[in-house]
């Protein structure tokens, strides 16, 4: 296996869990892989797909080529393109290439020129395309991307549901199944939805030790003038910014422009420009990408040293996959996260888009069979639902086989007669999600430690980083540490006075038992990061725990009072973190001058006035 890896690949070493991995495939079993972004997956199917290629000598049947279904054509031809410029022959079947050119990849294919076919999950969709694969079975399959195919992964994609059925024909080719983002419950999900068979797991190499994540609660307003802040730090660029709407990166875009060599990228764009700005910001002609979720996904670039979320991301592993974007060359990194709990009511909205209620989802199910999309607006239960409304219904039925398209285009009720349950429990593993993810973003403790144990990292020590803002808050850019004023003084004494009383208690219950909940002079986010103030200098315990309500699990946080914390005068050890001073942006300033005029209401007499920026 080294001497394939030198040979092919120039590199004179694997990297930490590789080598396992492709040892497992190459001996023919079935394979699931979590292993993070940059961490080096590809190699994981390229270089067992390769080993495997002797198995063909041993029966017509087997075409010599690894099969990689894959998601995005971007993500294909940046594949493609790579393992040609290395003297692999490998070829890419997608909706973007002219059917000649599709048709020829078919024939390179049969004949066992290829070493890669890379393909659409929705290809094996296509009237006998499986079967034309099954003619000369590839040598290995790979499902890249492959939280695609869980309905409780984030990117739920119904063809990939599909794959499950479509495999059987291409086998006994064994199956490995990559994903950078996958907890313990999308992991068994994609396992069974692929039909697994005795699977080799490797969970691995979550921690990433030069990325310092930081985390600050900030108003809307105050996150652009934040982010000019942090571009400013030295080797902070290149840089990518995830902002939460599009017309959110366009605006903080045309600010950055004014300073930076900055561009937005988004889904509303065109493919030419969006092919024009990543290709820029991949040959360093753009040193930042303000972008939407939309922007990443292959993108192999190895010195982004800042990733910057200007708002709450929608999930965890989202959020993960997102950071480790930043230091692939090894380099100091940052990862910012900018939030509030405000953020939560733009996720709410989203959801309710995206994953109508059940009901709605009765409705247009029972209208079914129609003709067309047109026959079935028409209908009276259905023609006042919203047209984005119904497409979503449609979507969400056919993903939970609830609705299928006839040959001749008519839509028919599916065989799933339990779609409801499924449904509904996506829906609320959506929202479960975004909980963990709000839970995160508010919790004390190592950042990294966090990340690591939400995807089960099983090889990891369990250390805590060391750089990230609760580690080490005197490194952080936008939190600074203070001595205590009179009033942090009160509000700690009232924190440790109602431990003291009654020890281990809920932080909900402590915030009432401290301050009260009506017109107390401390806020609850002041009291939050109090609590994190006290857990810093081991005065308090903050731990995690739950119980179920209705069905449901309801999570919280117990505090308690650690031996130091019950000492008389311990609070005199406590250093209060606070959000860092940076300076308004001259658009900032005029806004809110002019939000104050507004304010005030027409002036009797004109003043003239001036904006110093």
């Given amino acids: 296996m080294l001497e394939l890896l030198k040979r092919a690949f120039g590199h004179g070493a694997f990297r930490p869990h590789q080598e396992a991995v492709c040892q497992a495939a190459v001996s023919g079993r079935d394979l699931l892989l979590v292993m993070p972004t940059g961490a080096g997956k590809s190699l994981c199917y390229q270089l067992p797909g390769l080993a495997r290629q002797a198995l063909a000598q041993q029966g017509s049947e087997l075409s010599r080529t690894t099969l990689v279904i894959s998601p995005l054509i971007a993500l294909m031809e940046d594949q493609t393109s790579k393992l040609t410029s290395m003297g692999f022959r490998a070829k890419a079947i997608h909706s973007g290439l002219d059917r000649q050119v599709s048709r020829q990849a078919c024939l390179e294919y049969l004949s066992g020129e290829l070493d890669f076919l890379f393909v659409a999950p929705e290809r094996l969709a296509v009237p006998g395309f499986v079967q034309m694969l099954a003619k000369r079975k590839p040598v290995l399959i790979a499902v890249d991307e492959a939280h695609c195919i869980s309905q409780w992964g984030h990117d739920f994609r119904p063809d990939y549901r599909l794959l499950g059925e479509r495999l059987p024909e291409l086998r006994p080719s064994p199956v490995i199944a990559l994903t950078a983002t996958a907890t313990s419950e999308v992991q068994d999900d994609i396992v069974r939805q692929l039909g697994l068979v005795g699977e080799a797991r490797f969970i691995h190499g979550f921690r990433r030790s030069n990325i310092a994540i930081e985390i600050a609660d900030l108003k ?20 990518i910014i995830y902002a939460p709407t599009r017309k959110a990166a366009e605006e903080l875009a045309l600010i950055l422009k004014k300073t930076l060599r900055a561009a937005a990228y988004h889904a509303g764009l065109t493919p030419e420009t969006r092919e024009s700005v990543q290709s820029e910001f991949l040959a360093g002609k753009t040193e930042v990408i303000v972008a939407t979720v939309a922007f990443g996904m292959g993108i192999d670039k190895s010195n982004v040293r800042t990733v910057i979320h200007t708002a709450l991301p929608g999930s965890v592993e989202g959020y993960y996959q997102e950071i480790g974007r930043a230091g692939r060359d090894g380099g100091a ?15 709410e909205f989203f959801h309710e888009r995206d994953y109508p209620e059940v009901a709605v989802m009765k409705k247009v199910q029972a209208a079914l069979p129609a003709e067309s999309l047109d026959e079935l607006r028409a209908k009276g239960a259905v023609r006042a639902l919203e047209q984005g409304v119904l497409e979503k219904a449609l979507q969400k039925l056919q993903s939970h086989g609830a609705f299928v398209q006839g040959p001749g285009g008519e839509l028919l009720a599916g065989p799933n007669a339990n779609w409801q349950k499924t449904y509904a429990a996506q829906r609320a593993h959506k929202i479960a999600q975004l909980n963990k993810t709000i839970q995160f973003a508010g919790s004390s403790g190592c950042r990294m430690i966090q990340l690591i144990r939400h995807f089960g990292d099983q090889a990891d020590s369990g250390v805590a980083c060391g750089i990230c803002d609760a580690c080490a808050p005197d490194r952080a850019v936008l939190k600074s540490s203070r001595i205590m004023t009179d009033k942090d003084a009160a509000a700690i004494d009232q924190i440790m006075d109602a431990l003291g009383e009654s020890d281990d208690m809920a932080t909900g219950r402590l915030f009432q038992t401290a301050f009260g909940e009506k017109n107390s002079k401390v806020k609850r986010n002041e009291f939050e990061e109090l609590l994190k103030d006290l857990q810093r200098a081991k005065l308090i315990c903050l731990k995690r725990d739950s119980f179920e309500k ?4 309801i999570d919280f946080v117990r505090a308690s009072l650690t031996a130091s914390g019950a000492r008389s005068g ?5 250093r209060v973190t606070q959000a860092a001073a940076f300076p308004k942006s001259p658009k900032t300033i005029l806004r809110k001058a002019k939000t104050k005029k507004a304010r005030r209401g027409p002036k009797k007499k004109k003043r003239s006035f001036e904006l110093r920026f």
């Fill in 220 to 239: 809307p307003s105050q996150r652009n003038d934040a982010v000019l802040h942090l571009l400013k730090e030295p080797l902070s660029t290149p840089a």
């Fill in 333 to 347: 990194s940052r990862a910012i996260l900018l939030y509030s709990h405000a953020d939560k009511r733009t996720h």
């Fill in 550 to 553: 209705d069905g449901r699990v």
């Fill in 570 to 574: 311990a609070k005199r050890e406590v």
